[in-house]
């Protein structure tokens, strides 16, 4: 789907993995990010269907959420944006922020949701972590295990105080996320049908 829509992910990653060699010829995905990023991990160098979450999941993601018209959708990570094409194509009424460490991912996922027409669909970069960066409500959020267990931390405790104004769904991609979760965010109910789909998990929060 990537060469069909004309997304550039192999180019700008062998790009990136190239830069980050030049600093630390015998590094590996776990050690270039923070190599090049200031200590943050962006994953440079992970396999490419590993960075990114199918576009099938996606999908099914969005269908088990029952996403209604004019939700807004944020996902925490968002590496090139495939869930923001999944909804400018399908879910036309809704609206979907990408925040993402890595300028040139941004800059790629951006010109294509231009090319493509969607209006309702961008990407930002963002240090998540950053002290002056407050998060915006949404309806629901996605997170990967984007950087750091304290990074990921911090994302959830910004989450519950939105859920503390209203209700929120948080979708989980990988084993550290659901891991703090379980550990240190009771607030966080797991609610479809009792178990985890095999690579994510959806959670509901509104605190009363």
């Not at 996605?142 to 979708?171: M, N, S």
Request: proline share 3%; with cysteine; glycine share 8%.
């Amino acid at each position: 789907m990537d060469k069909i829509l004309g997304l550039r992910v192999k180019y700008i990653e062998e790009m990136l993995v190239a830069e980050a060699q030049g600093f630390e010829p015998e590094g590996t995905h776990e050690t270039w990010g923070p190599t090049l990023h200031q200590g943050v991990q962006t994953w440079i160098g992970l396999e490419l269907q590993t960075l990114q979450t199918p576009y099938s999941e996606c999908f099914r993601i969005l269908q088990l959420l029952k996403i209604k018209p004019y939700q807004h959708i944020i996902d925490l990570g968002a590496a090139y944006g495939r869930m923001g094409i999944v909804i400018g194509g399908l879910y036309i009424k809704n609206s979907f922020t990408g925040y993402e460490y890595v300028k040139s991912r941004v800059d790629e996922g951006n010109r294509l949701y231009r090319e493509l027409g969607f209006s309702r669909c961008q990407l930002l970069q963002q240090d998540l972590f950053a002290q002056n960066f407050e998060l915006p409500m949404a309806d629901v959020y996605f997170i990967y295990d984007y950087g750091q267990v304290e990074h990921i931390d911090h994302t959830l405790r910004q989450i519950e105080k939105i859920a503390y104004k209203r209700p929120v769904k948080v979708v989980v991609r990988g084993k550290f996320t659901k891991q703090i979760i379980s550990d240190f965010h009771p607030w966080l109910e797991l609610k479809y049908e009792g178990k985890h789909e095999e690579f994510f998990s959806i959670y509901t929060a509104y605190i009363v």
